[in-house]
């Protein structure tokens, strides 16, 4: 089994910026593939980057503003948020699997933490 444990959310103005870390600890051999999912109430949940070692995917909306790097090796990725708008307020989870590549989606991904909520302010 993989735990992840995400930190770094908050309450930020739009405009400002906010930086999310997830951790992995457990079984996490072969692991290559983190990710960072959001969802917004009454919203599916929804891909926002991954990274696949040295590979990245964006969604639309997070292409130019949001950077989703690997920090000690593959064991935690971060997710930097910069520009942030009002309809980035989300829950944003965590995901890791063995690989991936191409648009994130939910089914893809085994390993899931418990979320960090980020509320943009207008």
């Known amino acids: 089994q993989v735990q992840l444990v995400e930190s770094g959310g908050g309450s930020v103005q739009a405009g400002g910026s906010l930086r999310l870390s997830c951790a992995a600890s457990?079984?996490?051999?072969?692991?290559?593939?983190m990710a960072w999912f959001r969802q917004a109430p009454g919203k599916r949940r929804e891909g926002v980057a991954s990274?696949?070692?040295?590979?990245?995917w964006y969604a639309e909306f997070a292409e130019g503003r949001f950077t989703i790097s690997q920090e000690n090796g593959k064991n935690s990725v971060a997710l930097q948020m910069s520009s942030l708008k009002p309809e980035d307020t989300a829950m944003y989870f965590c995901?890791?699997?063995?690989?991936?590549?191409?648009?994130?989606?939910?089914?893809?991904?085994?390993?899931w933490g418990q979320g960090t909520q980020v509320n943009v302010s207008s």
């Open positions: 995901a890791a699997d063995l690989r991936c590549w191409g648009e994130a989606t939910s089914s893809a991904f085994r390993y």
């Open positions: 990274i696949n070692d040295d590979r990245t």
């Open positions: 457990g079984n996490t051999y072969g692991i290559h593939c």
